[in-house]
Protein backbone atom coordinates (compact mmCIF):
# COMPACT_ATOMS: atom_id res chain seq x y z
CA UNK A 1 0.00 0.00 0.00
CA UNK A 2 1.39 3.55 -0.31
CA UNK A 3 2.49 5.66 1.61
CA UNK A 4 0.58 8.39 2.50
CA UNK A 5 1.27 12.46 2.89
CA UNK A 6 1.79 12.11 6.87
CA UNK A 7 3.63 8.51 6.86
CA UNK A 8 6.07 10.28 4.09
CA UNK A 9 6.57 13.37 6.46
CA UNK A 10 7.02 11.21 9.44
CA UNK A 11 10.02 8.99 7.73
CA UNK A 12 11.65 12.11 6.35
CA UNK A 13 11.38 13.72 9.43
CA UNK A 14 13.20 10.85 11.18
CA UNK A 15 15.86 10.64 8.20
CA UNK A 16 16.94 14.10 8.78
CA UNK A 17 16.55 13.63 12.79
CA UNK A 18 19.51 11.01 12.08
CA UNK A 19 21.97 12.64 10.67
CA UNK A 20 21.35 15.98 12.92
CA UNK A 21 20.06 18.30 11.23
CA UNK A 22 18.45 21.07 13.58
CA UNK A 23 14.52 21.29 13.57
CA UNK A 24 14.01 18.87 11.27
CA UNK A 25 9.88 18.77 11.33
CA UNK A 26 10.33 22.08 10.28
CA UNK A 27 12.18 21.84 7.69
CA UNK A 28 10.05 19.03 5.97
CA UNK A 29 7.07 21.04 6.30
CA UNK A 30 8.62 23.42 4.26
CA UNK A 31 9.80 21.13 1.75
CA UNK A 32 6.46 19.31 1.60
CA UNK A 33 4.33 22.85 1.52
CA UNK A 34 6.57 23.86 -1.47
CA UNK A 35 6.82 21.22 -3.23
CA UNK A 36 2.50 20.52 -3.14
CA UNK A 37 2.47 24.65 -3.53
CA UNK A 38 0.11 24.82 -0.15
CA UNK A 39 0.42 26.23 3.21
CA UNK A 40 1.82 23.75 6.16
CA UNK A 41 -1.16 23.63 7.69
CA UNK A 42 -3.04 21.71 4.84
CA UNK A 43 -0.13 19.52 4.70
CA UNK A 44 -2.46 17.38 8.43
CA UNK A 45 -5.67 18.25 6.73
CA UNK A 46 -4.36 16.32 3.56
CA UNK A 47 -2.43 13.92 5.47
CA UNK A 48 -4.20 11.05 3.69
CA UNK A 49 -3.42 12.05 0.33
CA UNK A 50 0.03 10.30 -1.55
CA UNK A 51 2.47 11.89 -4.01
CA UNK A 52 3.55 11.26 -7.20
CA UNK A 53 6.89 9.50 -8.21
CA UNK A 54 7.83 12.69 -9.59
CA UNK A 55 7.53 14.68 -6.58
CA UNK A 56 8.91 11.76 -4.36
CA UNK A 57 11.74 12.04 -6.46
CA UNK A 58 12.45 15.62 -5.61
CA UNK A 59 12.04 15.26 -1.94
CA UNK A 60 14.44 12.58 -2.33
CA UNK A 61 16.92 15.07 -3.70
CA UNK A 62 15.83 18.04 -1.36
CA UNK A 63 16.21 15.85 1.66
CA UNK A 64 20.01 14.42 0.73
CA UNK A 65 20.84 18.17 0.04
CA UNK A 66 19.68 19.36 3.42
CA UNK A 67 21.03 16.13 5.05
CA UNK A 68 24.15 17.81 3.67
CA UNK A 69 23.49 20.97 5.67
CA UNK A 70 22.30 22.61 2.56
CA UNK A 71 21.03 25.56 3.97
CA UNK A 72 16.94 24.53 3.15
CA UNK A 73 16.56 28.33 1.84
CA UNK A 74 18.86 27.62 -0.90
CA UNK A 75 17.50 24.08 -1.49
CA UNK A 76 14.41 25.67 -1.81
CA UNK A 77 15.44 28.80 -3.82
CA UNK A 78 13.41 31.18 -1.63
CA UNK A 79 13.18 32.80 1.79
CA UNK A 80 10.29 34.29 3.70
CA UNK A 81 11.35 38.02 4.30
CA UNK A 82 8.54 40.70 5.80
CA UNK A 83 5.71 39.56 3.83
CA UNK A 84 7.68 38.66 0.47
CA UNK A 85 8.68 35.44 -0.57
CA UNK A 86 11.98 36.24 -2.10
CA UNK A 87 14.36 34.39 -4.63
CA UNK A 88 18.01 33.31 -2.83
CA UNK A 89 20.70 31.23 -4.36
CA UNK A 90 24.33 30.54 -3.44
CA UNK A 91 24.72 33.97 -4.82
CA UNK A 92 23.47 36.45 -1.95
CA UNK A 93 23.77 36.24 1.16
CA UNK A 94 19.80 34.25 3.39
CA UNK A 95 18.60 37.03 4.92
CA UNK A 96 17.83 37.22 8.74
CA UNK A 97 14.87 37.64 10.72
CA UNK A 98 17.14 40.34 12.66
CA UNK A 99 17.10 42.40 9.54
CA UNK A 100 13.54 42.26 9.41
CA UNK A 101 13.76 44.13 13.02
CA UNK A 102 15.50 46.57 11.64
CA UNK A 103 13.20 47.08 8.31
CA UNK A 104 10.01 47.15 10.93
CA UNK A 105 11.65 49.58 13.12
CA UNK A 106 12.32 51.55 9.75
CA UNK A 107 8.53 51.07 8.53
CA UNK A 108 6.91 51.73 12.03
CA UNK A 109 9.04 53.99 13.80
CA UNK A 110 9.83 57.01 11.60
CA UNK A 111 7.70 59.78 11.80
CA UNK A 112 8.67 61.34 8.59
CA UNK A 113 8.47 59.05 5.22
CA UNK A 114 11.61 59.43 3.05
CA UNK A 115 12.09 61.06 -0.35
CA UNK A 116 15.42 59.00 -1.18
CA UNK A 117 16.52 56.12 0.51
CA UNK A 118 20.29 54.24 -0.40
CA UNK A 119 21.12 50.44 0.46
CA UNK A 120 24.19 49.07 0.31
CA UNK A 121 25.07 45.62 -0.13
CA UNK A 122 21.30 45.20 -1.26
CA UNK A 123 22.45 41.09 -1.67
CA UNK A 124 18.96 39.81 -2.60
CA UNK A 125 17.57 43.03 -2.28
CA UNK A 126 15.64 41.83 0.74
CA UNK A 127 15.52 45.39 3.04
CA UNK A 128 15.64 47.91 -0.54
CA UNK A 129 12.53 45.92 -2.07
CA UNK A 130 10.70 45.58 1.65
CA UNK A 131 11.25 49.80 2.03
CA UNK A 132 10.13 50.15 -1.76
CA UNK A 133 7.25 48.19 -0.90
CA UNK A 134 5.99 50.21 1.80
CA UNK A 135 6.77 53.92 0.79
CA UNK A 136 5.66 53.06 -3.17
CA UNK A 137 6.44 57.31 -3.50
CA UNK A 138 10.10 57.13 -2.44
CA UNK A 139 13.16 57.03 -4.82
CA UNK A 140 15.40 53.73 -3.47
CA UNK A 141 18.77 53.45 -5.10
CA UNK A 142 20.33 49.81 -4.57
CA UNK A 143 23.95 48.92 -4.41
CA UNK A 144 25.78 46.15 -4.29
CA UNK A 145 30.19 44.57 -5.67
CA UNK A 146 28.52 42.18 -7.06
CA UNK A 147 26.76 41.43 -10.71
CA UNK A 148 25.36 38.59 -9.59
CA UNK A 149 23.55 39.63 -6.36
CA UNK A 150 22.14 42.41 -8.20
CA UNK A 151 21.17 40.08 -10.92
CA UNK A 152 19.20 38.15 -7.64
CA UNK A 153 17.70 41.43 -6.77
CA UNK A 154 16.75 42.70 -9.40
CA UNK A 155 15.20 39.35 -10.10
CA UNK A 156 13.21 39.33 -7.15
CA UNK A 157 12.11 43.24 -7.47
CA UNK A 158 10.73 42.62 -11.12
CA UNK A 159 8.73 39.36 -9.32
CA UNK A 160 7.08 41.86 -6.59
CA UNK A 161 6.44 44.51 -9.60
CA UNK A 162 8.61 46.99 -7.56
CA UNK A 163 9.30 49.64 -10.19
CA UNK A 164 11.01 52.59 -7.57
CA UNK A 165 14.45 50.86 -7.11
CA UNK A 166 17.23 51.95 -9.15
CA UNK A 167 20.43 49.44 -8.63
CA UNK A 168 23.85 50.31 -9.10
CA UNK A 169 27.10 48.16 -9.34
CA UNK A 170 29.38 49.87 -7.09
CA UNK A 171 32.10 49.62 -3.64
CA UNK A 172 29.81 51.00 -1.33
CA UNK A 173 29.58 54.74 -2.51
CA UNK A 174 32.37 54.45 -5.30
CA UNK A 175 29.84 54.91 -7.97
CA UNK A 176 26.89 56.73 -6.30
CA UNK A 177 25.86 60.06 -8.05
CA UNK A 178 26.38 63.24 -5.95
CA UNK A 179 22.98 62.86 -4.46
CA UNK A 180 22.06 63.17 -0.79
CA UNK A 181 19.58 60.63 0.72
CA UNK A 182 17.35 60.44 3.66
CA UNK A 183 18.30 57.17 5.03
CA UNK A 184 21.39 55.29 4.31
CA UNK A 185 20.63 52.12 5.47
CA UNK A 186 23.47 48.73 5.22
CA UNK A 187 23.99 45.90 6.24
CA UNK A 188 27.58 44.71 5.74
CA UNK A 189 29.95 42.38 6.34
CA UNK A 190 30.92 42.79 9.91
CA UNK A 191 31.38 38.91 11.27
CA UNK A 192 35.07 38.26 12.49
CA UNK A 193 37.29 35.64 11.06
CA UNK A 194 37.33 33.93 14.78
CA UNK A 195 33.17 34.15 14.62
CA UNK A 196 32.86 32.95 10.86
CA UNK A 197 35.17 29.76 11.72
CA UNK A 198 32.44 29.02 14.85
CA UNK A 199 29.36 29.76 12.35
CA UNK A 200 27.35 26.77 11.94
CA UNK A 201 28.12 24.61 8.81
CA UNK A 202 25.10 25.66 6.51
CA UNK A 203 27.24 29.27 6.67
CA UNK A 204 30.11 28.09 6.85
CA UNK A 205 30.20 25.75 3.66
CA UNK A 206 27.32 27.15 1.50
CA UNK A 207 27.21 31.38 1.90
CA UNK A 208 29.37 33.95 0.28
CA UNK A 209 32.28 34.78 3.01
CA UNK A 210 33.13 37.82 1.34
CA UNK A 211 29.60 39.24 2.32
CA UNK A 212 29.69 38.00 5.82
CA UNK A 213 33.48 38.75 7.42
CA UNK A 214 35.22 42.08 7.89
CA UNK A 215 38.91 42.50 9.21
CA UNK A 216 39.71 44.97 12.13
CA UNK A 217 37.47 43.26 14.50
CA UNK A 218 34.40 42.93 12.01
CA UNK A 219 34.49 47.19 12.14
CA UNK A 220 36.20 47.34 9.00
CA UNK A 221 32.82 47.91 6.37
CA UNK A 222 31.10 50.27 9.02
CA UNK A 223 33.83 52.25 9.63
CA UNK A 224 34.27 53.20 5.73
CA UNK A 225 30.02 53.77 5.61
CA UNK A 226 30.28 55.92 8.84
CA UNK A 227 32.98 58.08 7.56
CA UNK A 228 31.41 58.52 3.70
CA UNK A 229 28.02 59.02 5.12
CA UNK A 230 28.09 62.81 5.46
CA UNK A 231 28.62 63.14 2.12
CA UNK A 232 25.35 61.70 0.82
CA UNK A 233 23.37 62.14 3.89
CA UNK A 234 20.32 65.15 3.77
CA UNK A 235 20.27 67.45 6.77
CA UNK A 236 19.03 65.56 9.59
CA UNK A 237 19.25 62.48 7.15
CA UNK A 238 19.59 58.91 8.61
CA UNK A 239 22.17 56.31 8.72
CA UNK A 240 20.50 52.66 10.25
CA UNK A 241 23.45 49.78 10.39
CA UNK A 242 23.08 45.84 11.25
CA UNK A 243 25.99 45.04 13.10
CA UNK A 244 27.87 42.36 15.14
CA UNK A 245 26.51 42.65 18.95
CA UNK A 246 29.84 44.04 20.49
CA UNK A 247 29.98 47.01 17.62
CA UNK A 248 27.61 49.24 18.49
CA UNK A 249 29.14 50.30 21.93
CA UNK A 250 32.69 50.56 20.14
CA UNK A 251 30.37 52.81 17.16
CA UNK A 252 29.01 55.13 19.63
CA UNK A 253 31.55 56.02 21.11
CA UNK A 254 33.23 56.69 18.20
CA UNK A 255 30.70 58.63 16.34
CA UNK A 256 28.68 60.44 19.02
CA UNK A 257 30.62 63.33 18.82
CA UNK A 258 29.82 64.05 15.10
CA UNK A 259 26.05 62.29 14.85
CA UNK A 260 23.22 61.76 17.03
CA UNK A 261 23.33 57.91 17.79
CA UNK A 262 21.13 55.04 19.14
CA UNK A 263 21.06 51.39 19.82
CA UNK A 264 18.51 49.01 18.63
CA UNK A 265 18.57 45.55 20.01
CA UNK A 266 17.36 42.73 17.91
CA UNK A 267 14.45 40.13 19.12
CA UNK A 268 16.84 38.56 21.43
CA UNK A 269 17.33 41.72 23.51
CA UNK A 270 20.86 42.14 22.15
CA UNK A 271 22.79 45.19 20.92
CA UNK A 272 22.66 44.85 17.03
CA UNK A 273 21.77 48.21 15.36
CA UNK A 274 23.29 51.43 15.23
CA UNK A 275 21.51 54.32 13.97
CA UNK A 276 23.18 57.65 13.53
CA UNK A 277 21.59 60.75 12.62
CA UNK A 278 23.23 63.83 10.86
CA UNK A 279 22.33 66.81 12.76
CA UNK A 280 25.10 68.04 14.12
Not at 74 to 80: A, F, P, T
Not at 122 to 131: H, M, Q
Not at 140 to 162: F, G, K, T
Request: negative net charge; contains cysteine.
Amino acid sequence: MEETLLELMKRAVRFLEQRGIPRPKCDVEWMFSTMLGCQRLALYLNGHRTISPHQKQQLRTWLQRRAQREPLQYILEKVEFYGLSLHVDPRVLIPRPETEFLVDWLCTQQLQQPKTILDLGTGSGAIAIALAKHFPETQVVAVDISADALEVAQENARHHQITNIHFIISDWFKNIPQQRFDWIIANPPYLTAQEYETAEVEVRQYEPKNALVAEQEGLQHLDQILQAAPQFLQPRGMVALETGILHPCILQERYQTNWKTKILQDLTYRDRFFIAINDR
